[in-house]
């Protein structure tokens, strides 16, 4: 069975700061991962995937998130945190077999950026 | 840009009521998905469904859950006899034919139980 954790409910950061937003997981095979941000009342958005290649991977918004296999983690990063992305983000992964397969979440991590 | 959209937005429904909810998935997607949310809990897979069938589904996907693609664009989540701990945010997502493609999530659709 795949899983994610999340192990910060909450990670304050101050606005210009850089911020990283932790995800480990556990799947059987190479993983697909992703993370998704969800802002008040409002949809799951996509921000960026790790499917194979380099473990660096470049988002949306100036997003970016590192694989490591060692450690299996997917951390989420920016260099310099805005106000504007203080939101709800949510780690996920996928088995690499199958469209129809489940994207399983982790609880999310509510991101503060304070002014 | 393309994106999948969901109606209603909220819905408010009595208990043991049936309730359908409606998802119009991007349009040359392939695979399509439920997932709910409770409010202040993690998102939860429901249900898959590919080439006209159920793929994959959970232990919440019960005998009072169905899904449906009736005309081609639809594609609908239906509840047979609503409880309390239905309610939730559910959410309708699709992807496209490349099985390395994210799932592309709508709004959500808000379904209040009373």
Not at chain 2, 50 to 69: L, M, T
Request: hydrophobic share 35%.
């Amino acid at each position: 069975a795949q899983s994610v954790a999340q192990p910060e409910d909450q990670v304050n950061v101050a606005e210009g700061n850089p911020l990283t937003v932790k995800c480990t997981y556990s799947v059987s095979g190479n993983p697909y991962l992703f993370w998704y941000v969800q802002y008040p009342n409002r949809g799951l958005q996509f921000l960026l995937k790790y499917i194979t290649g380099d473990n660096l991977v470049k988002g949306s918004y100036g997003f970016e998130a590192e694989f490591n296999k060692s450690q299996t983690s997917f951390h989420l990063k920016k260099p310099s945190a805005l106000v504007s992305d203080s939101a709800l983000y949510f780690c996920a992964v996928r088995p690499p077999s199958g469209g129809y397969q489940k994207v399983t979440f982790g609880i999310g991590t509510k991101l503060q950026v304070i002014p | 840009e393309p994106e999948v959209t969901q109606t209603p937005s909220h819905q408010v429904t009595q208990m043991g009521q049936e309730v359908i909810l409606r998802c119009v998935p991007i349009s040359n997607h392939l695979y399509f998905y439920w997932y709910r949310q409770i409010l202040g809990q993690k998102v939860e897979f429901l249900v898959s469904f590919y080439n006209n069938e159920i793929s994959e589904k959970s232990e919440i996907f019960d005998d009072q859950f169905s899904v449906e693609r009736p005309d081609g664009s639809n594609f609908t989540l239906k509840i047979r006899s609503t409880k309390l701990e239905d309610s939730a945010m559910y959410f309708c997502a699709s992807m496209g034919r490349d099985s390395h493609n994210e799932q592309f999530f709508g709004p959500g659709t808000r379904l209040t139980v009373l």
